[in-house]
């Protein structure tokens, strides 16, 4: 996460390959993508990854200014290449998912908001009933090509997160810039 000058227009780039997962029950899930978030609202492009009734499923999710919309009739597969961006200025907001590799993309657009802040990585998935999923074995997923506005991630003063339980086990582990300065970094499963 990276705060940007508040206000300003604010563009959230990146792309990963669809990981495999190795599933079996319980329902699991994480949200793999870029977000750029107001004072009270978020706006992201990403890919859900989950493990549902012992499945691995995978498909892309918008939200603009917080609502949500999820494409699963546009399945992804692991291996595939997303490329992912979400651009909010005060005037208009657009996120987008693209599958590089089957040549697919899911585009949204809405009003604009106040940029605070600016996100590339894992976040949770929540159930029907809003329930925080745990974390699906992804092994590792890494995140390339990261920029915000235009600048590799790691220049603009990013903070780091590790997602921990309430127990306060670390479920995703984040790794190293890579190279340093970067515009690469990977995250690591470490528990369910």
Known sequence: MTGVTAGSAT?????????????????????AGVDV???????????AVKCEFGKAVYFPALVINNVGTSYRSSPFAKGDVINLSA???????????????KNVTKTLT????SPRGAFIG????????GVLLGVP??????????MINSQAL???????FQRVNS?????????????????AFATYYRHQ
């Open 87 to 101: 651009s909010v200025t005060t005037t208009g907001t657009t996120v987008q998912v693209t599958d590089v590799t």
């Open 11 to 31: 563009t959230s780039t990146a792309t990963f390959t669809v990981p495999a997962l190795s599933c079996a029950p319980p329902d699991l899930g994480i949200y």
């Open 154 to 160: 790691g220049s603009t003063h990013p903070h780091e």
């Open 110 to 113: 809405g009003p604009g908001a």
């Open 122 to 129: 894992d976040l949770g998935w929540g159930s029907n009933k």
């Open 137 to 146: 074995n992804f092994t590792k997923l890494k995140f390339f090509n990261c």
């Open 167 to 183: 127990s306060g086990t670390v479920q995703i582990a984040t790794g190293p810039f890579s190279p340093p300065g970067g515009l």
């Open 37 to 47: 978030a107001a004072t009270s609202t978020g706006s992201a492009a990403g890919v």
